[in-house]
Nanobody, 124 residues
Framework: QVQLVESGGGLVQAGGSLRLSCAAS????????MGWFRQAPGNEREIVAA????????YYADSVKGRFTISRDNAKNAVYLQMNSLKPEDTAVYSC?????????????????WGQGTQVTVSS
């Protein structure tokens, strides 16, 4: 398995930006597709974005498409989520996750390693 630690969350006004980072350690990072998920109080965990092992393919939830960008740096064992034009409804705990599935997985059940999460709060 791979160990994951997120950073970069915080409080931001609507319309602002944040960049989340996820540092990975353990087995070969480039062997994993990566995803960012979020969970707001009372809601189920949902996928925000995912990226393939090489970084050549990505997926975005409709709610964040055009505002968020997922990227990875396999040399640094890191994955990022650039969040622009933030809205109050983006408020949630954001977690990164790793999957050994090929391609760009979207189902949370195929992600076997999870970080502890970082809080993102967007004020109106």
């Amino acid at each position: 398995q791979v160990q994951l630690v997120e950073s970069g969350g915080g409080l931001v006004q609507a319309g602002g930006s944040l960049r989340l980072s996820c540092a990975a350690s353990g087995r070969t990072f480039s062997s994993y597709a990566m995803g960012w998920f979020r969970q707001a109080p009372g809601n189920e965990r949902e996928i925000v974005a995912a990226i393939s092992r090489s970084g050549g393919s990505t997926y975005y939830a409709d709610s964040v498409k055009g505002r968020f960008t997922i990227s990875r740096d396999n040399a640094k064992n890191a994955v990022y989520l650039q969040m622009n034009s933030l809205k109050p409804e983006d408020t949630a705990v954001y977690s990164c996750a790793a999957s050994s599935v090929l391609g760009v997985p979207r189902d949370k059940w195929v992600f076997g390693s999870w970080g502890q999460g970082t809080q993102v709060t967007v004020s109106s």
